[in-house]
């Protein structure tokens, strides 16, 4: 199996940009299709992006398209999310995945291991 360790969270005003960043400990990273996913106060917990083991294909959301980037480097066993341009709506604790699956997918209980969390929250 592998642990997941998010970092990057923050506190950053409307407009801003972040980079999120998760480390894999454990089993080989690149075993693993893997995504990020967020829930904000009150809500369920929402799908963000995900990405093949390899890298090569990525996954955005509606809400994330033309504002993140979902990237990884498996030499560095780390999984990154560049948001830029945030917005309040975005507030939420950002959490990664990883999948045994031979895929990547939207669902969360498509995902077998899962980091702690990071609190992004973004003022007006």
């Known amino acids: 199996q592998v642990q997941l360790v998010e970092s990057g969270g923050g506190l950053v005003q409307a407009g801003d940009s972040l980079t999120l960043s998760c480390v894999g400990s454990?089993?080989?990273?690149?075993?693993?299709?893997m995504a990020w996913f967020r829930q904000g106060p009150g809500k369920g917990r929402e799908f963000v992006a995900a990405?093949?083991?390899?890298?090569?294909?990525?996954w955005l959301a509606d809400s994330a398209k033309g504002r993140f980037t979902i990237s990884r480097d498996n030499a560095k066993n780390t999984l990154y999310l560049q948001m830029n341009s945030l917005k309040p709506e975005d507030t939420a604790v950002y959490y990664c995945?990883?999948?045994?699956?031979?895929?990547?997918?939207?669902?969360?209980?498509?995902?077998?291991?899962w980091g702690q969390g990071t609190q992004v929250t973004v003022s007006s």
């Open positions: 995945a990883a999948t045994e699956g031979g895929s990547y997918y939207d669902e969360d209980s498509r995902y077998d291991y």
């Open positions: 990405i093949s083991w390899r890298g090569g294909s990525t």
């Open positions: 454990g089993r080989t990273f690149s075993d693993y299709n």
